[in-house]
Structure formats: structure tokens, C-alpha cells
T-cell receptor
Framework: RKEVEQDPGPFNVPEGATVAFNCTYSNSASQSFFWYRQDCRKEPKLLMSVYSSGNEDGRFTAQLNRASQYISLLIRDSKLSDSATYLCVVNMRNAGGTSYGKLTFGQGTILTVHP | NAGVTQTPKFRVLKTGQSMTLLCAQDMNHEYMYWYRQDPGMGLRLIHY???????AKGEVPDGYNVSRLKKQNFLLGLESAAPSQTSVYFC??????????????FGPGTRLTVT
């Protein structure tokens, strides 16, 4: 089983649609959770961190369910510029209890927003 | 402020050749990482460094070596390139943002083809 699993999609949605991405992680000791965005042939960039209480940034809402080891990202009122690959990312502690900021990436979910 | 830079951007090698990829960051970050990204595999950690003069193995270290002689630079070496090392290589750096949350900043990537 992969440590971080995402539905690879692709998701094709019209402008204005609401779309949700899900992600599961296998290590219950995981500490920190993120969504990164990667445009075609570009580097990943942090979209938002994910907190236990859930958090919102404009049209984007992220939620974490530690009991189910599940993370989600909701995008409302999709824009053409939202077309990208969305990476679910987890910071896991190693056996010694440290992580040194090492991240484990899901394979990404491709989103295409069309007119 | 350049952030994270990588050289070269593109390279074609023949099997058995060697090369060094250079990563530089100007944000005074302690932690630096090298990833490779392959279709359907997501980003995988090759090696990382938690400070000047220290390096450690990541998920897929075989065939690669690294050095961190200066805090701002992290070098990735391929001693004898193989076609399986054809990939996009990303460097990243990070800092501690309270507790265990680490945001990573990525360079633009190096596209390497080994024939």
C-alpha cells in the first residue's frame, strides 16, 4: 500500500463547478499535512497547510480526519487558472521521532477546468 | 531574492557518463532535499541534508551521491548514469515553522535524459 494515496483523475469540470479531492495516508504517526499545486512542467508550490480543525483560504477548503487518516481539498467556483495537478503531502516522523521536514507525496490529482 | 535555483535546466547524458546537479538557495534554510519525479510515481526523496556538512539517504538513494559543503548549496552527483535515472529532478529547501510544520520551497527542476 502506498504511504499517501490519491485518485489520479483526471477531473474535468466546467468553470464555476465545485470539485473535491481526497487523499488517504497510511502512517498514523503523521504530523503535518499539506496540499501542493503543480502546474505543467513546473515545480510544486504550497497551496495550503491542513489543520485538524479544518481551514479555508478563499475558494479553497482543506479538512483532515486523523481517525480515518483522510485529507480532503474542496475547490469552489472553479477558475480556468485552477487547472493543475494537486499533490497531497504528508510529513511523517521516522522511528526516532524526528522528521527533518521530510515530506511524502501522493502521485497527484490532475484537474482541468474548461470554459 | 532568487529563492531556490537549479543548474542545469536540461541535460542529455549517455549511459555511463557522470554529472553533477547544483542546487542553491538564498533563504538561509537549514534543510535541503533532492527529489526525482517520474510519471505515475509522484515525487520521491533521493537524499536530504539537515545542515552544512551533513547528508542522509532518502527513499531512492541508489546511484546518487550528495554533498553539502556550504549551507546554501546542495549538490547531487550521478557517477555512472543509467537510463533508469531519466527523470525530472527537483531540489527543495525548508525551515521549521513552529512545531513539526515544514514548508518546502522548490527549484524549477532539471530534466535529465540518459540514453
Amino acid at each position: 500500500r502506498k504511504e499517501v494515496e490519491q485518485d489520479p483523475g483526471p477531473f474535468n469540470v466546467p468553470e464555476g463547478a465545485t470539485v473535491a479531492f481526497n487523499c488517504t495516508y497510511s502512517n498514523s504517526a503523521s504530523q503535518s499535512f499539506f496540499w501542493y499545486r503543480q502546474d505543467c512542467r513546473k515545480e510544486p508550490k504550497l497551496l495550503m497547510s491542513v489543520y485538524s480543525s479544518g481551514n479555508e483560504d478563499g475558494r479553497f477548503t482543506a479538512q483532515l480526519n486523523r481517525a480515518s487518516q483522510y485529507i480532503s481539498l474542496l475547490i469552489r467556483d472553479s477558475k480556468l487558472s485552477d487547472s493543475a495537478t494537486y499533490l497531497c503531502v504528508v510529513n511523517m516522523r521516522n522511528a526516532g521521532g524526528t522528521s527533518y521536514g521530510k515530506l511524502t507525496f501522493g502521485q497527484g490529482t490532475i484537474l482541468t477546468v474548461h470554459p | 531574492n532568487a529563492g531556490v535555483t537549479q543548474t542545469p535546466k536540461f541535460r542529455v547524458l549517455k549511459t555511463g557518463q557522470s554529472m553533477t546537479l547544483l542546487c542553491a538557495q538564498d533563504m538561509n534554510h537549514e534543510y535541503m532535499y533532492w527529489y526525482r519525479q517520474d510519471p505515475g510515481m509522484g515525487l520521491r526523496l533521493i537524499h536530504y541534508s539537515v545542515g552544512e556538512g551533513t547528508t542522509a539517504k532518502g527513499e531512492v538513494p541508489d546511484g546518487y551521491n550528495v554533498s553539502r559543503l556550504k549551507k546554501q548549496n546542495f549538490l547531487l552527483g550521478l557517477e555512472s548514469a543509467a537510463p533508469s535515472q531519466t527523470s525530472v529532478y527537483f531540489c527543495a529547501s525548508s525551515y521549521q515553522l513552529g512545531g513539526a510544520i515544514y514548508e518546502q520551497y522548490f527549484g524549477p527542476g532539471t530534466r535529465l535524459t540518459v540514453t
